[in-house]
């Protein structure tokens, strides 16, 4: 089966299982993304039919919120806070060394393909601020050399 | 005999390295032939100790911390798994200070207990709220919570109970309870700290809403920030289905209540509940017109019971010691105990719970110790990003709800965020209003395009550029900002602004 053929596969198993549920648009774009990285753009048509939705208004909740992605992420994605509690902590000294370090500005990918860097407002690790996410990983208390550590780690292990 | 030793698995804990300590604990008691027992607790949410790990001994539970995983070994050689003195050692964990202190009621066991464990919430005071309340009347129950003086803890201090009977009294075949888990402010953790600390009690809250207003289904909206909170609530509603807490005929009274969480999408407005509930519905997270009230006609145009996670993480204790307990903490006509949150740059960051009316003032330096930096408090800012900033001269308002509105400020989720001297008020101004640009759903022109506007004019300020126009032009557009605002968001985002000119004039290149 060709790439995209599988890809629809996965869209369309998540389509059928969760399309039941009250409200289930949420939960299906969460599905594919957790699936897939992203939401591909040849995958709204199916969504909508399943869910007897114009692809219109799939298209206009993938676009609102600033969760769902069209286009695949890198690697990992890095979750950095811009919130005034990571800004009380140095957090604004810290977002010029990330984007400097990685050579690209929110919403950017490295050109490796390795590390997505994105806001956030808020993480609720406010007390051990500034902090910033990977994956599931939270950090807290970042500095520019902690955050070097940590990239230079993960890239040994991806 | 085993040895229980506690080490958070908390986010913040996590953040600061408790995994690696929970390994490293885990292999070097191996390595040394010792039976241990290693439980993973909430936080008890003094995060400059964050990992904070606990030993039992005869006397109590004993802390260390802050400990990183280089640390474990010595402290094994010190003999911490019997209370021993180390350097990171900090006594008995229950008469630190800063935690002494409190009046935990609705974190009572939070940082104490195995969040994900039924048989630890049972032994610890859970549960009991469910019981009393599956034999009153739907109207006691409503009643015990207004008795209490509850206000909704997500910021607006609406009267919980009156809220719950207006669902109670209308009548519908189907009525939902929806938990706001969308915690967007900066400098809030509260309800992170309930979810993945204690999910139990808030799955009791909702029960015991969902049986005093008749609603069958509840929805838990959480912030897809919160992987750990997901994580937790999921394992416990999985465990309260097993053991007949959710699901049909609860406990054996023949009522019905059925709990899901539910993912956000990163949009911070999602926080307002209207949004909210469109978001459930599977639309984009617009902002409804009121009325209709969610409590006639909310979530599928059914009447809705919304409630913010500490809200109904407060319940059990109401209906487990009585209205007239929880309302005999606090002040006027603020009731109860409020969780603040001190964060920012803060010595001594965490979650502090008592009951209303200590003044900021003791807060940050009684409990936060002054600033991290060490260098002069010159603001905070209270109540998420749509709160007015505080300068030194306002650091005695007591915490009560009407005390914050009558200085223009606000309380909301109780969230304090410090800043030092260091901060630039004006650049602080301008960020309010492109969080606002950034967060806005679009409905309403002030806010769509007001937030827009308010950058620009913001960065005319910033650079000196026709400061005689320019600051009533900032002035006036505050103005329509909160008064033709549909919600919260842009109708509060002149509260930091505004706030931030008023005090601090000197920073936007005006002369005191």
Redesign the interface.
């Given at each position: 089966m060709t790439e995209s053929g599988t890809t629809q596969t996965t869209v369309q198993e998540i389509i059928t299982a969760l399309k039941d549920k009250?409200?289930?648009?949420?939960?299906i774009?969460?599905g594919i993304q957790d699936a897939l990285g992203y939401i591909p753009a040849d995958s709204i048509p199916n969504i909508a039919t399943g869910?007897n939705l114009s692809r219109a208004?799939v298209h206009?909740?993938i676009s609102?919120?600033?969760?769902?992605r069209d286009t695949p992420p890198g690697d990992q994605t890095i979750?950095l806070c811009r919130?005034?509690?990571?800004?009380?902590?140095g957090g604004e000294q810290l977002e010029e060394h990330v984007k400097r370090k990685l050579g690209i500005d929110f919403h950017e990918t490295t050109a490796d393909g390795k590390f997505s860097l994105e806001p956030?407002?808020?993480?609720?690790?406010?007390?051990?601020?500034p902090?910033m996410?990977i994956g599931?990983?939270?950090?807290?208390?970042v500095t520019a050399d902690s955050f070097d550590t940590v990239i230079t780690n993960s890239e040994a292990l991806s | 005999m085993s040895i229980t030793i506690y080490v958070p698995c908390d986010?913040?804990a996590?953040?600061?390295g408790a995994e690696r300590v929970a390994k490293a604990i885990t292999q070097e008691a191996a390595k040394r032939g010792l039976d241990i027992k290693l439980v993973r607790n909430g936080s008890r949410g003094m995060?400059?100790l964050?990992p904070l790990v606990e030993v039992v001994t005869a006397n109590g539970r004993v802390a260390y911390g802050p400990v990183q995983a280089s640390d474990v070994s010595g402290l094994f050689d010190a003999g911490f798994t019997e209370g021993g003195a180390h350097a990171l050692s900090l006594g008995l964990t229950e008469e630190l200070a800063y935690f002494k202190k409190q009046q935990r009621l609705t974190f009572a066991r939070i940082g104490k207990t195995d969040p994900i464990s039924l048989v630890d919430y049972v032994e610890n005071g859970g549960y009991r709220g469910l019981k009393n309340a599956l034999a009153m009347a739907h109207a006691d129950i409503v009643k015990a919570v207004t008795d209490s003086g509850l206000r909704g803890r997500g910021g607006a201090a609406f009267p919980t109970g009156i809220k719950w009977n207006t669902v109670l009294n209308t009548a519908s075949l189907q009525k939902y309870i929806i938990c706001n888990a969308d915690?967007?402010?900066?400098?809030?953790?509260s309800?992170?700290m309930v979810m993945e600390g204690d999910p139990f009690v808030l799955i009791e809250g909702m029960t015991i809403a969902g049986v005093a207003v008749d609603a069958t289904q509840g929805y838990i909206y959480l912030r897809?920030?919160?992987?750990?909170a997901f994580d937790a609530l999921n394992a416990a509603i999985a465990t309260a289905y097993q053991e007949g807490y959710l699901g049909e005929n609860i406990q054996g009274s023949g009522l019905t209540f059925n709990l899901e969480v539910?993912?956000?999408?990163?949009?911070?407005v999602c926080g307002e509940e209207t949004s909210l509930m469109e978001?459930?519905?599977?639309?984009?997270?617009l902002v409804r017109f009121k009325p209709p009230l969610p409590a006639i006609s909310g979530l599928?145009g059914q009447p809705t019971v919304v409630n913010n996670v500490i809200s109904l993480a407060s319940v059990p204790v109401i209906l487990d010691k009585g209205g007239a307990y929880y309302r005999d903490f606090g002040m006027g006509r603020s009731r109860g105990t409020l969780p603040v949150?001190?964060?920012?740059?803060i010595k001594h960051?965490?979650?502090v719970e008592l009951g209303f009316g200590l003044t900021l003032r003791e807060l940050l330096y009684d409990f936060g110790g002054g600033s991290?930096s060490g260098r002069p408090i010159k603001a905070v800012?209270v109540g998420g990003?749509l709160g007015a900033y505080l300068p030194e001269a306002q650091f005695d308002t007591p915490l009560d709800y009407e005390a914050f509105t009558a200085n223009w400020t606000v309380l909301g989720h109780g969230?304090i965020?410090?800043?030092?001297d260091t901060?630039n008020m004006a650049k602080?101004a301008r960020?309010s209003m492109e969080?606002c640009k950034?967060?806005s759903?679009g409905k309403c022109t002030p806010c769509r395009i007001g937030s827009t506007r308010g950058v620009e004019v913001m960065d005319d300020i910033i650079n000196g550029r026709n400061l005689d126009k320019n600051i009533p032009l900032l002035r006036d557009l505050c103005d329509t900002l909160l008064n033709g605002s549909l919600c919260a968001l842009g109708g509060m985002t002149p509260y930091p602004v505004l706030s931030a000119l008023n005090h601090f004039p000197e920073d936007f290149g005006i002369n005191a």
């Open positions: 009250p409200g289930a648009l949420l939960p774009l969460h869910l208004e206009g909740v609102f919120y600033h969760y769902f979750h919130a005034e509690s990571c800004q009380a902590m956030v407002y808020c993480l609720g690790n406010c007390a051990c601020s902090a996410q599931k990983e939270i950090y807290g208390r | 986010s913040s996590l953040s600061m995060y400059w964050e915690e967007g402010d900066s400098g809030t953790f309800d992170r897809v920030e919160y992987p750990h539910r993912l956000g999408a990163g949009a911070y978001s459930l519905e599977g639309k984009r997270g599928f949150q001190l964060a920012g740059n960051p965490g979650l991290a800012q990003p969230g965020v410090v800043f030092d901060v602080m960020y969080f950034i967060e759903c």
